[in-house]
């Protein structure tokens, strides 16, 4: 089955192409430029040699009609992913520029070409975020647990003036209207969003270690590695819930035509799992991430900050509360273990500094 990819050159999405391809589908994925598709099929001439992929080029997802041409050319196209959404700080224009138009338009304009030309798609798959979910006034409050059916109250107009809730907004704002639209339009296809919390993990391919930053969370792993033992601070910052980069990948694709999905938000979070029903250990903090570094990287020990807070599990006990029962108990998976994840992660950046 041919499967539309949004955003396929980003750190999630080179993972979910990795495992359409290996999964037997046949992939168009959209980039912003050739240039930016030349790494990735070099790669996938590599590891899927057999693989079925091309890429066509979406300039601008906040465009309007941003994605009609693809939709006219490809009329065969059965599942979209749509991950393609504006993931950096520092940006130059406004926030709204920045983060709320691309994505909500983008959202907007992929079920809309779905709707005038994909008479043949059957299953839409949005990336949204916990972002979405959270409460972020509650945070640390035990009597308030976050999860799949929860919203994040954030509106726009309190938003607007700080990038980073900003981003969080644009990523309510996106998920909401992608619920709206089939409700309102009465969709004949089915809907799921993953609603990820901070992603780490390895990149699918290492040129995209070769880039001066990291996408945002991949980059907080790349800091611990680089801070020295007089590093002082601040320890607690940045900190949050995780998941696994590949566990955000997989559940992706396991939706793909399967009805028991549609209408579910998945929420993937490091060491929780089916039948595990215990959540306090998918949070992380800065000092966690430099605890699993000295720890499982004995080699970084006397060169990397080793710390400095006592009481860490008393830290990460303040961040928000979650429970993603909803997913595991759906999917049955058992996802990645943080400290896992975060090796995988250094060992990826270590072993290609080593060989640069
Ligand atoms: P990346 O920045 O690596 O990927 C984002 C992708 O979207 C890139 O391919 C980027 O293209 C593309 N994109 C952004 N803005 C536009 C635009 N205006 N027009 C066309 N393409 C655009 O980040 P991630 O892989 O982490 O993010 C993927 C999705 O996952 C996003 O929807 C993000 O909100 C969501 N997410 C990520 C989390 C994380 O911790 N990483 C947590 C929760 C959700 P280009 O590279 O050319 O700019």
């Known amino acids: 089955a041919k499967v539309l990819l949004t955003g396929a050159s980003g750190f999630i999405a080179l993972h979910v192409l990795d495992q359409l391809l290996a999964a037997g589908y046949e992939v168009v994925g959209t980039v912003r430029s050739e240039e930016k598709a030349e790494p990735i099929k070099k790669e996938l001439a590599k590891e899927h040699p057999n693989g079925k992929y091309q890429f066509e080029v979406v300039v601008d997802i906040a465009a309007p009609n941003a994605f009609d041409a693809v939709f006219q050319k490809h009329t065969d196209l059965k599942y979209v992913l749509h991950t393609a959404s504006p993931f950096s700080f520092g940006l130059t224009k406004s926030n709204e520029e920045n983060y709320l138009i691309p994505a909500t338009h983008g959202t907007k304009s992929v079920l809309e070409s779905i709707q005038k030309y994909g008479k043949n798609v059957e299953h839409v798959v949005v990336t949204s975020s916990f972002a979405a979910i959270v409460h972020r006034h509650r945070s640390g409050d035990p009597t308030f647990i976050n999860d ?209």
């Open 148 to 356: 799949e059916t929860t919203w994040n109250p954030v509106i726009w107009e309190d938003a607007r003036e700080d990038a980073a809730t900003s981003y969080v907004a644009s990523k309510k704002y996106a998920e909401k209207l992608a619920w709206d639209f089939v409700k309102d339009n009465n969709s004949t296809f089915n809907l799921t969003t993953v609603n990820p919390p901070y992603v780490f993990g390895p990149q699918k391919f290492t040129f995209g270690l070769a880039r001066a930053s990291l996408n945002t969370s991949a980059d907080f792993v790349n800091k611990a590695l680089k801070t020295t033992p007089e590093y002082e601070g601040p320890f607690n910052q940045p900190a949050g819930v995780a998941c696994d980069v590949r566990d955000v990948a997989k559940l992706h694709v396991l939706p793909l035509g399967k009805k028991e999905f549609n209408g579910q938000r998945l929420f993937p979070v490091s060491d929780t799992g089916y039948g595990i029903e215990e959540y306090e250990k998918g949070k992380f903090n800065f000092e966690k991430i430099l605890r699993i570094l000295n720890e499982k990287l004995p080699e970084l020990k006397g060169k990397i900050s080793p710390g400095g807070i006592k009481d860490n599990e008393a830290e990460l006990s303040k961040l928000t509360y979650y429970r993603n029962k909803i997913t595991t108990d759906s999917t049955k998976l058992t996802f990645y273990k943080l400290e896992d994840t975060i090796y995988d992660a250094a060992k990826q950046i270590l072993d290609y500094e080593a060989s640069q």
